[in-house]
Every structure is written in C-alpha cells, then in structure tokens.
C-alpha cells in the first residue's frame, strides 16, 4: 500500500483524533479538561475540547493560552529537536497550575512519517477539590447531561499573551541586570513557554531584550547546544 502524503497523512491522524475526544468527551468528569492542538496553526491552534470552562479555553483559542508551568512545550521542543523516527513523545502526570488551581497534566506530541511535530493532545484534571457534595456527584455525569453554566469566554488576546510571557520572562531572569547571560536565561524561559512557535515571537522578545533578531536566533542555537542528552532526560 503506497504512503499518504504528509498532509493527508495529518489530516486523517487529526480526524481519528477528533473522534476520540468527542467519545471521551461524552463520559468525561467536569474537572477533566482535554484538548487537540494543531501545531501547525499555533495562533488557533485548539480544535477539539471537552470541558474548556476549566481554563476558558475553546475551539480557536492559541497555543500559549495554557496553564503555567505547562511541561507540553518542553515535550514539543524535544520533539521538533529528534529529527529521527516518528514516534509519538509523551510527557506523562506533571503538575501544572492554573488560576490558583492545582492540576495534573499529561501531553502527548503527534509526528507525521517525516518526524515533523503536527498535534498536540493534552489532559488537565483539577484536583483542588470540590466544593460540596452534589458538585461532586455532578462532576461523574455525561457532559450532555447537565447545562452549561460556564459560557465561553472571549478568545485569549495573542499580543497580551506574548506580552505577558515576555514580562514573566525577564521577571524571572533579573530585569535590573540583563547581562548576555540573563538574556539568554530569559530566552529560555520564553521558549519553554511556547513564544518562539507562534508568529512574530522572536521579533518582540529581540525588542524587549534590546538585541537582534539575529541575536535571539543565536541564543536559541546556544540553548540547543546546552541541552545535552543527560539534560533532556531530567
């Protein structure tokens, strides 16, 4: 039987997908948040969602709308790093937060037959606890079963997002002495955060760190060059 070609080989990975989130959608507990990400489109790239009133997310909203220390985009970078094989990468049971909430989450990065990094499927289950009985019997019941209290919110502002992240970034790296290596600290945190997969990332972390856009291609080259193997495995 020939290959697909790359992009219907995608497409129908996406579809199959799709399908599987709208049957574990069905029986999902209301403090389950699973989503699909298309990768390819970071600026919207959710596209598939069940419970998405847990992070407001929804069909459309970008990428780096996700909870905070979200490890997915440790697991993206390593795989757009292992250019051999084709094997989906898992980052199973970490802890993220979200809004003051604690969650457990897990990412699983899809590649196609050429090893390029296309999708995205991650769970994030609040595990802070219910309020009261019935909110806790409420959460075991069909999604179908019980009316939507949460409406959807406003899809996330891209350019706050971006801003936001920066802001985090040089936060974290020392903003009052941004040497080389306090930029390239603040590089890393930007990329761990997902920046430099969405359009114009670079361009505005090189404005707010006052260097090149060139500049900030060579610390991700250095970063690279960091990350050895045992590094990786950590």
Do not use: W
Not at 17 to 36: D, F, M, T
Not at 116 to 131: M, R, Y
């Amino acid at each position: 039987m020939p290959a697909l070609p790359l992009q219907q080989e995608r497409h129908l990975t996406l579809t199959v997908l799709k399908a599987a989130l709208q049957a574990l959608g069905s029986v999902a507990p209301r403090n389950l948040e699973i989503l699909l990400h298309d990768l390819d489109n970071p600026e919207h790239s959710v596209i598939a969602i069940v419970n998405g009133h847990l992070s407001g997310r929804r069909v459309g909203s970008p990428i780096l709308a996700a909870p905070e220390q979200d490890q997915g985009f440790k697991a993206l970078m390593h795989a757009g790093r292992t250019q051999d094989g084709c094997e989906p990468v898992v980052l199973p049971d970490y802890p993220t937060t979200l809004k003051g909430r604690t969650l457990r989450s897990a990412t699983a990065i899809f590649r196609d037959s050429g090893g390029h990094p296309f999708a995205s499927l991650c769970v994030n289950t609040d595990i802070t606890g219910l309020d009261a009985a019935m909110t806790f019997l409420q959460h075991f019941q069909p999604l179908g079963a019980l009316p939507d209290t949460h409406p959807p919110r406003e899809a996330a502002d891209m350019t706050l997002l971006m801003s936001e992240i920066i802001q985090d970034s040089l936060q974290r790296s020392g903003r009052g002495r941004m040497n080389k290596q306090a930029k390239v600290e603040a590089v890393r945190v930007m990329q761990e955060r997902g920046l430099f997969i969405v359009k114009g990332g670079v361009e505005k972390a090189a404005d707010a760190l006052g260097v090149t856009r060139y500049t900030i291609y060579n610390y991700l080259e250095q970063l690279r060059g960091d990350a050895t193997p045992a590094a990786r495995e950590r």
